[in-house]
């Protein structure tokens, strides 16, 4: 019994050491956690799959063992207690028992024997009369389902072990230690993946993932194993006709729903069925689980805006899942990562309340050039408001450990992007640039001791570089200037007359955008746009490319994630558990407990002995046993004669 | 001999069914009453498994009134209060924020900080009561905690209707945020602790129940007031479904029962040493003897056991039907698993070795920190399915 203990004990101990190590992520994200010499010590340890380790098995093998044993030799001997009256008693051990009374009654023994009998019975003792040589013996017992109790409990425990084993991943483990089975860690196609890799279609026991874009089908499931995967091929093909997402007002998701037909061989038809999380789709013997869902493909017409000015928008189309050619540039690819059709944020209002906030569809993609450099970008479809103002929103990063840092570039008055390209294009025409430095200038410096031609030509050259230094590199690359010409102690001063004329030369352009909108009155509005614009372009160093993608129609697309399993030892598992939990109240709550009435004439009436034991013993048997005897007593018309 | 056939019969007394009192045949007609006013009430809002799990939930309460007889009045003035909240807010939350009554009592969020201020003072009191020489201190206690326990159940009825109130497509029972499940766990021990107080007359153990309670109750005030835990979010897709009517309850007489003889066992290994140092001394001397002790310990931990195992198995069953597989080795899953194991590890020592006193006594607290670390831990510091309530 000892040993039982210590194996429940080291058990715990080595189910605590599971749930360190987050089990449900990928080597290499262990890699990067860990550094690769703690990952290789944590893969040798299994440290990654705790539960079906060696040692750990062996723990559970041992605790099944020592259970099984346990159950074995003391079952019989608790059917033995259970059928017994345990009638073969003396006198002598009655009188030495725990709990024992002893008193006077004025019938005849026979005749007490039988009051006594209805009084057990009304107390809830089954009972039985015994006639000795020179008394009588009555037994009763009550509760003894009680020691059903430990067989149950103790079954329990082989019985949900077994089922777990039968559901256990065991089978696949030894297929592919004995070389049955080969892990694939490549991406592919179910079609491509080498038949080495393939589960026979009668495994009885597996947990597969599957993705299924809307309008296609699966037969197969994917099973992961180390590294890697196996496919799982099934006798029916789940076709996915539509994937909702339920949500609530606020725009959380309420509920995941699948759409699926079922094609089986065996049915004479396909049926349909809604697949929900909480709603499984049971199929023979397969249960189909609402696990996840992803983007299946979701089809983009796309506009690539310019943002160096010069070069006209190009439109094209592409879907999720492609890589293909970036059309408007030679030797970059693009590769559609994602869609995603809202954007529920948490804003935090003007009045200091957080509210929910739908940003509408975005889609990510990523860019890779031929020098092997890549950027991420994320952007949304429509403008999203901010303090009243409106922004296209396109975030970029180097690489998914990174946070997306967002472009917030001005909506104009039609919700579109032209007047902020308008003006990017105006910043890369020469021409345009050196009239509105001509203006700038004469402007800062009309009628002042600086003026004079060679003087002009200077500055404007000098406004001219800056417009070129600003829209490529920013602020930034404007102090750079300053810092290259000019001796520290007037730096600061000569940054802002910068500034100051280049925001002169900007403005101008920027009216020249305006006028040919046919904006003629240049408001508070349009000076906060020109504000917002000026950010965006200094915000252009980090953002690494010329162009600014556009989404301007898509057609939604999704995939439903299914995770679909075959767990014959499921019921058993479950009876398991039925029985352990009856065991439980049948031994907590049932009391084994036994009386012993002695019974030998003296003179007219009988001398009474009772005594008593209950399984369990705790403070309720002894009140119990007095009020038993009381009770007996006064009903078989006797003052109790002593009592201990 | 018939007459003594006659004379047993009276020493027995009358059966069970005519041993009930007035209360108790008020009880019972008073249960499937108030059940079929649920029904008319709010038929309409529940599904086929909320009506089968109100009747399992009325079939159940009908023992538990006549063996608990507390509960015939405590229910029907928890029930009132809760009814009395509705008419107030009339269907419109905005009521919560300007009836008096909803204000100062019965809105959901007074409702809890009544309970938790209650809860405090019930603390308070029962160690008050430990050195006081008059009895009325401690009997304070058992009131406080008594309507420490009604507000908190109120508030909770309360708040399941005011989820409806936010948008019926919200609504949910307000047992699923770990706000929530504290004020579950604070209620349920405190019930747990009034019935075996009045079982075993042992009104002196109330501070040492109460302390764990107040614990809970801190932790509560802290979560709401720092990471505005109180407030009402819809609930994640996996969550939405009648289990966890089922599964969270049933796991928290667990975690209760857990606690109150962790509790009980602290008491004894603080009897045991007072004693040591001073044998004169009052307070240990006003704690019930070791073998009471011992066996509420032991009482509590089979409830608890056998509540928990209960719980586990419903998690099964949800769990596979919402993960897909009854057993995924999440860590909330081990962690129970770990729980399970060290009571069971108690329950063999106590069973078959027949180990009682200390060491059983410091075993119960140990349990206690890993079910602590079950219930809060798994969600402070690890990730997995479970991670509902994040701190």
């Not at chain 1, 990654?48 to 380790?53: G, I, K, L």
């Not at chain 1, 017994?84 to 003396?90: D, F």
């Not at chain 1, 003894?144 to 020691?147: A, D, E, H, M, Q």
């Not at chain 1, 009309?446 to 004079?452: A, I, P, Q, V």
């Given at each position: 019994m000892n040993l039982a203990i210590s194996l429940l004990l080291t058990l715990a101990v080595a189910s605590i050491i599971g749930t360190?190590?987050?089990?449900?992520?990928t080597y290499s994200e262990y890699t990067a956690d860990y550094g690769p010499f703690w990952f290789e010590v944590f893969r040798i340890t299994g440290a990654?799959?705790?539960?079906?380790?060696g040692w750990f098995l062996v723990i559970l093998a041992f605790l099944l063992v020592s259970t099984s044993v346990c159950l074995v030799r003391n079952a019989p001997a608790m059917l033995r207690e259970l059928k017994?009256?345990?009638?073969?008693?003396?006198y002598k051990s009655l009188q030495y028992s725990r709990h024992s009374r002893s008193w006077h009654a004025q019938a005849e023994p026979r005749d007490t024997a039988d009051a006594l009998c209805t009084g057990l019975g009304r107390a809830g003792y089954g009972s039985r009369v015994d006639e000795g040589p020179d008394h009588v013996l009555v037994t009763a017992r009550r509760g003894?389902?009680?020691?059903l109790g430990y067989i149950f409990t103790h079954a329990a425990i082989v019985v949900i072990a077994f089922g777990g084993l039968l559901d256990s991943k065991i089978g696949i483990k030894v297929a592919n230690l004995t070389g049955f089975l080969e892990v694939e860690t490549r991406n592919l196609r179910a079609s491509q993946i080498?038949?080495?890799?393939w589960l026979p279609e009668w495994n009885h026991a597996f947990r597969g993932n599957v993705e299924v874009p809307e309008g296609t089908g699966t037969n197969v499931a994917f099973v992961n194993l180390y590294d890697g995967y196996v496919v799982q091929p099934l006798p029916f093909t789940l076709e996915l006709k539509d994937f909702r997402i339920e949500r609530y007002p606020t725009g959380q998701p309420k509920s995941y729903e699948s759409d699926v037909r079922v094609h089986d061989p065996e049915l004479d038809e396909p049926y349909e069925q809604t697949i929900a999380v909480n709603e499984p789709l049971r199929h023979r013997g397969y249960t189909v689980y609402q696990a996840d869902f992803a983007d299946g493909g979701t089809e983009f017409d796309l506009t690539a805006v310019?943002?160096?000015?010069h070069e006209e928008p190009v439109a094209f189309s592409g879907a999720v899942h492609e890589r293909e050619a970036?059309?408007?540039?030679?030797?970059v690819r693009i590769e559609y990562d994602d869609f995603a059709l809202f954007n529920v944020n948490p804003v935090t209002r003007e009045d200091g309340e957080v509210e929910q906030r739908n940003f509408g569809p975005s889609f990510d993609y990523t860019l890779r050039y031929p020098d092997g450099e890549s950027r991420q970008y994320r952007n949304f479809m429509v403008p999203v408001e901010r303090e009243g103002r409106e922004y296209f929103l396109s975030g970029t990063r180097a690489g998914p450990d990174d946070d997306f840092r967002f472009l917030y570039i001005p909506a104009d008055d039609a919700r579109s992007m032209d007047r902020f390209v308008g003006l990017v294009e105006r910043m890369d025409d020469p021409d345009r640039v050196r009239e509105t430095a001509q203006t700038a200038v004469a402007d800062a410096v009309?009628?002042?001791?600086?003026?004079?031609a060679a003087g002009r030509a200077e500055l404007e050259r000098t406004v001219t570089d800056l417009v070129e230094r600003f829209r490529t590199s920013g602020f930034d690359g404007v102090w750079a200037v300053v810092e290259e010409n000019v001796p520290t102690d007037r730096q600061e001063q000569i940054f802002q007359a910068y500034l100051r004329v280049l925001q002169a030369a900007l403005a101008g352009l920027y009216e020249d955008v305006l006028a040919t909108e046919g904006v003629e009155q240049i408001g508070a509005d349009e000076w906060a746009f020109f504000r917002d614009a000026l950010t965006a372009i200094n915000g252009f160093d980090g953002y690494g490319k010329e162009w600014i993608l556009r989404l301007d129609a898509f057609e939604h697309v999704q995939a439903s994630g299914f995770q679909i399993a075959r767990a014959p030892g499921q019921n058993i598992v479950y009876f398991g558990s039925t029985l352990l939990i009856v065991g439980l109240f049948l031994m907590f709550y049932v009391d084994h407990r036994r009386l012993w009435i002695w019974l030998r004439r003296e003179g007219e009436g009988t001398a009474i002995l009772m005594a008593g034991r209950s399984?369990?013993?705790?403070?309720?048997?002894e009140p119990h046993f007095h009020q038993m005897a009381d009770r007996l007593a006064r009903g078989t018309g006797a003052e109790p004669r002593s009592s201990e | 001999m018939a007459v003594t056939r006659d004379a047993m019969d009276d020493a027995f007394g009358p059966g069970f069914l005519a041993r009930r009192t007035v209360g108790d045949w008020l009880w019972a007609a008073g249960v499937p009453v108030a059940t079929i006013g649920v029904l008319l009430a709010f038929g309409d809002a529940m599904g086929r498994s909320d009506v089968l799990i109100l009747l399992g939930f009325a079939a159940l309460l009908l023992p538990l009134g006549w063996s608990f007889r507390a509960l015939q009045l405590f229910t029907p003035v928890v029930g009132g209060a809760a009814a009395l909240a509705l008419l107030q807010y009339g269907g419109e939350l905005a009521a919560g924020e300007a009836r008096f009554l909803l204000v100062y009592a019965l809105a959901s969020q007074s409702a809890i900080m009544w309970m938790s201020a209650l809860f405090v003072l019930a603390t308070v009191a029962y160690l008050a009561g430990l050195f006081a020489?008059?009895?009325?201190v401690a009997r304070t206690g058992t009131a406080l905690t008594w309507c420490a326990t009604g507000m908190g159940f109120t508030g909770l009825l309360v708040r399941w209707h005011e989820t409806y109130l936010i948008d019926p497509a919200i609504?949910?029972?307000?047992?699923?945020?770990l706000y929530e499940a504290f004020i579950l766990f604070c209620v349920i021990t405190a019930l747990i602790w009034l019935y075996y107080e009045r079982r075993?007359?042992?009104?002196?153990l109330g501070g040492f129940v109460l302390t764990i309670i107040s614990a809970a109750v801190a932790f509560l005030l802290w979560y709401s007031f720092d990471?505005?835990?109180?407030e009402i979010e819809p609930l994640v897709p996996a969550l939405n479904s009648y289990w966890m009517k089922i599964h969270v309850p049933t796991n928290f007489i667990g975690y209760g029962a857990f606690a109150l003889a962790a509790m009980v066992g602290v008491a004894y290994l603080l009897r045991e040493r007072l004693l040591r140092t001073r044998p004169e001394s009052r307070i240990a001397n006003r704690l019930p003897l070791p073998a009471v002790l011992d066996d509420i310990m032991y009482k509590s931990i089979a409830l608890g056991f056998a509540f928990f195992t209960i719980a586990t198995f419903l998690g099964a069953i949800w769990a596979a039907e919402a993960?897909?597989?009854?057993?995924?080795?999440?860590p909330k899953e081990a962690w129970a698993l770990i729980v399970w194991l060290t009571y069971a590890g108690w329950l063999h020592m106590r069973l078959t070795k027949g180990w009682h006193g200390a060491p059983m006594a410091w075993w119960a607290v140990i349990g206690l920190l890993v079910t602590a670390f079950c219930f809060l831990g798994v969600n402070m510091f690890l990730s997995g399915l479970h991670s509902y309530g994040e701190l």
């Open positions: 360190v190590v987050d089990e449900t992520r990654y799959d705790v539960y079906s380790t017994s009256w345990r009638a073969n008693v003396t003894r389902w009680n020691r080498p038949d080495a890799s310019p943002l160096n000015g970036f059309p408007p540039r030679e030797g009309g009628g002042s001791e600086l003026d004079t399984a369990r013993d705790t403070l309720d048997f | 020489r008059a009895d009325w609504g949910y029972i307000p047992i699923s945020n075993y007359a042992v009104r002196h990471r505005a835990g109180h993960w897909g597989s009854y057993w995924n080795w999440d």
